[in-house]
């Protein structure tokens, strides 16, 4: 069984070119703005919870870019950015965070579970590990419907722990789902580090349990991990079943706006780990190479940033979802019961008012 | 005697179980330096040592399973699981291993441990961070199920809930975590399980709930009592096995009767009230008996505190009730 877990010599049509490094710097960048604002927004009581992708844009959307446009990305609570260099409008992600009337979900998920169906970017739950077999079992549906999309499974390294890694990872070897594994090593499940995860030495060491080729990645370089992923992609198109790609990153901030990560890891880590950044890498990269120009990045980010709160200032202003949403989409139509429970509530509201929201705070 | 918020007694209550028996320990996800996504088990690690208060791979099915086996061979686990919600994928292990060990095994083997998990809405959770599962498991016999709604009781009902010799599922209202304090104790004492708290007393409608819905029927009751309605108001604090002959007094009390809780209706804790009630003291009822409940959805997230019985849906089905 093979175990390879060198991404050197990667055949010409998995790397990208200079202007998909460039693109993919821009798409990198753009992630980084719009986690700034919501984490603003989240601040001024706005939205209710940001889970960022900060330091880890390399990673997601370097992963990401090589999946083509037919192929689905199953996600975990940081690939929005991804959905959104896929196709997701601005609108729409940010309609999500504050789950509004906009929100194609109709505000009915936590903020940072997106979902976009036009580049086949289904939301996840929240239930850790749970959309691995999901994955599995669509892109066995794909091979069966006579398609050649694969199925992209993204999800952290406390996901591995999950009944939904074991269960996913097992069906999809025995199966040779056209699937690539992609597992966002981040250091971090919450305050739990990767070493105590796991005793295995890397994640990718989990492939061999199931007959999966692995490959490890540095996943603070973006067009690294973009190979990766596009080598697992083409054994999946040509039939020869899943890849696992684990892609070695750090999240940078709280697991979530709420969470203060002082309590459980040292700030030399933290420092360590901001040496490396990946859109500093990407930049100095883009740099040497002549395809940015000096100064060209704070340009982009005051760009994107405006971008963006064009959005933003919309978005403030929609509709929260209608009441009667409460009893819809429960199943294709709304039962006897629940058309009988929403009256009885419609009627209470009516005579005595409408109840007011409590102040609760999400706390992870 | 100090007054802490619920969170905080029931800190104090691992703390304190922690220090009387050795065999106590408490893990799970971030309960270790991160002190629990709630605070709820701060301190432990550095007062314990990581030998008693550690952090878990990502498994909620491994933790209850290992606990099931320590709690087999001498220990007395305590895990956290992040949120009831999460409670589904340990199902299996709490449902079929920990609740059936002890009839299976002839009473040869038992699991004498606690699951504490936080329940319910309030705070934005969406639906997988916000549910009210306790009916799955008040359907499963073996299985004890508590459920604090005051500093006092989350404390001492923790403790009784440790030294009990089956496995104790023990939900702690999310809602009422920092919103609600009251004098604790220092030190050791128990409230004893399957006895349900008088909260107040009434002469026309007797209000049974459990939770974060304590505080719901407090106000719902204040109100009714300035439109000349008496409430008595009962948190049955433990729910299996239910103190039946306690609900059974004070429905007949006052012979009108609201169910109240946050779960949806369909199957839920109040049709076991409601159907007790109609078998043993329907001759009692001067009205039908009322629920107020969550929706039979999912639970929503922008539009939970329309989802959530608010005091003013209580006192309607009060009013409904006494004036019938
Ligand atoms: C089954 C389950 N258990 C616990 C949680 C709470 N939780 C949310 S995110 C998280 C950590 C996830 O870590 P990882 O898979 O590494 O993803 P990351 O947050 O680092 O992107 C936990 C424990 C959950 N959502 N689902
Ligand atoms: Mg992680």
Redesign the pocket.
């Known amino acids: 069984m093979s175990h390879d877990r060198s991404t050197t010599a990667a055949p010409a049509a998995t790397t990208l070119d200079a202007a998909g490094r460039r693109e993919l710097f821009v798409h990198m960048l753009r992630l980084r703005c719009l986690d700034e604002r919501m984490l603003k927004l989240q601040r001024a009581g706005r939205i209710g919870f940001v ?1 960022t992708a900060r330091g880890l844009e390399g990673a997601i959307l370097g992963a990401a870019s090589a999946l083509a446009p037919r192929d689905w990305l199953w996600s ?3 690939e929005g950015g991804a959905a959104l260099m896929r196709g997701l409008p601005l609108a729409e992600y940010i309609a999500q965070m504050y789950c509004n009337a906009n929100d194609t979900a109709k505000g009915r998920q936590m903020c940072n579970h997106f979902q976009h169906k036009g580049s086949h970017y289904p939301s996840w739950s ?5 959309q691995i077999p999901h994955g599995v079992g669509a892109a066995f549906a794909e091979r069966a419907r006579g398609s050649d999309a694969v199925h992209a499974i993204f ?6 722990s ?1 009944n939904g890694f074991h269960a996913g990872l097992n069906f999809a070897g025995v199966w040779k789902a056209p699937c690539v594994f992609v597992c ?3 250091g ?3 305050s ?1 580090a ?1 070493s105590a ?1 796991t005793a295995a030495r890397s994640f990718a060491d989990k492939g061999i349990a199931y007959g999966i080729p692995a490959l490890q990645v540095d996943g603070n370089d973006a067009p690294a991990c973009h190979e990766a992923v596009a080598q697992g992609l083409l054994r999946a198109r040509a039939g020869e079943g899943p890849t696992l790609v684990v892609l070695e990153t750090y ?1 940078m901030l709280g ?1 979530s706006s709420s969470d203060d990560p002082t309590k459980y890891r040292s700030d030399e880590e933290v420092e360590r780990w901001a040496k490396r950044d990946p859109i500093d890498a990407l930049e100095r990269e883009l740099l040497a190479s002549g395809n940015l120009a000096e100064g060209e990045r704070a340009e982009l980010v005051s760009q994107l940033t405006a971008e963006i709160d064009a959005v933003i200032h919309e978005q403030e202003a929609a509709a929260p979802m209608a009441l009667r949403t409460l009893v819809e989409d429960v199943y294709a139509e709304v039962p006897q019961h629940l058309r009988l429970q929403y009256n009885h509530f419609h009627d209470v509201v009516q005579r005595r008012g409408e109840a007011l929201p409590g102040d609760g705070a999400f706390p ?1 | 005697m100090p007054e802490l918020t619920l969170v905080q007694a029931v800190n104090d209550g691992l703390k304190t179980a922690m220090r009387a028996d050795d065999s106590v320990l408490v893990f799970g ?2 309960v270790g330096p991160k002190g629990g996504v709630f605070l709820a088990t701060e301190g432990l690690t550095s007062e314990f040592g990581k030998e008693r208060c550690f952090d878990t791979p ?1 498994s ?1 099915d491994g933790i209850v399973g290992t606990a099931v086996g320590m709690a087999m061979n001498g220990l007395r686990p305590v895990a956290e699981i ?2 009831q919600d ?1 409670n589904f ?1 340990a199902f299996d292990q709490i449902v079929s291993e920990a609740a059936k060990l002890r009839y299976r095994s002839g009473g040869q083997y038992t699991a004498p441990m606690v699951i504490r998990t936080p329940f319910g809405g309030g705070i934005r959770g969406g639906l ?1 961070h916000s549910q009210s599962g306790e009916a799955y498991f008040t359907h499963t016999a073996g299985l004890k199920v508590v459920v604090p709604s005051t500093p006092y009781d989350a404390k001492g009902l923790l403790i009784a809930s440790i030294n009990d010799p089956d496995p104790v599922l023990f939900l702690e209202p999310k809602a009422l975590y920092r919103s609600v304090k009251g004098e604790v104790p220092e030190g050791e004492y128990s409230v004893d399980l399957s006895t349900l708290r008088s909260v107040r007393s009434g002469d026309d409608v007797t209000l049974f709930c459990y939770g974060a819905m304590v505080t719901v029927a407090e106000k719902a009751a204040d109100q009714a009592q300035a439109k000349g309605i008496g409430v008595n108001i009962v948190d049955l604090r433990t729910l299996l096995p239910l103190d039946e002959e306690g609900v059974l007094e004070h429905a007949k009390r006052t012979g009108r009767v609201v169910v109240l809780h946050e779960a949806p209706r369909f199957c839920g804790f109040g049709a076991e009230i409601s159907a007790l009630i109609a078998e043993r003291a329907i001759e009692y009822m001067e009205a039908p008996i009322a629920r107020v409940t969550g929706f039979d959805t999912p639970f929503p997230n922008t539009l939970e505190h329309h989802y959530l019985p608010d005091p003013r849906r209580v006192l309607d089905a009060i009013e409904h009730v006494a004036n019938y």
Not at chain 1, 126 to 130: A, C, N
Not at chain 1, 155 to 160: I, K, P, R, S, Y
């Open positions: 889970g975990g609570l940081r929240s239930v850790i590990g749970t999800f952290g390294d406390g996901a591995t999950s966002i090593d981040n971090w499940a919450i739990v990767s995860q999240r697991h992870l | 996800e971030d990502l909620e992040l949120f999460f994928p997988y």
